[in-house]
Nanobody, 115 residues
């Protein structure tokens, strides 16, 4: 089995920055595509960004130019650097790891953007 543990969520003012981390363990290795998703209250869970084993990245239009996803395969960790945060970025952020039919989720970390 695989395990994902997110950290770094916090309350931040509009225009501020946060870095989320997701530590993977168990059967999750560097061949997995890693991603961040978010879910605001009353809304569906949406893609934020993904990074493949080869380092190719993909972003939701709403975060392009503000968020950066990266991975450190030696540490088996994926990061999400979030800059220029907006109130609409407020959500629970979930880490995801997938490879073929295997799909794992973390427990989520709360990000709140408010003055």
């Amino acid at each position: 089995q695989g395990r994902l543990v997110e950290s770094g969520g916090d309350l931040v003012q509009p225009g501020g920055s946060l870095r989320l981390s997701c530590a993977a363990s168990g059967s999750i290795s560097s061949i997995y595509t890693m991603g961040w998703y978010r879910q605001a209250p009353g809304k569906q869970r949406d893609l934020v960004a993904t990074v493949t084993s080869g380092g190719n990245t993909n972003y939701a239009d709403s975060v392009k130019g503000r968020f950066t996803i990266s991975r450190d395969n030696a540490k088996n960790t994926v990061y999400l650097q979030m800059n220029s945060l907006k109130p609409e970025d407020t959500a629970v952020y979930y880490c995801n790891a997938r490879y073929l039919i295997r799909n794992f989720w973390g427990q989520g970390t709360q990000v709140t953007v408010s003055s």
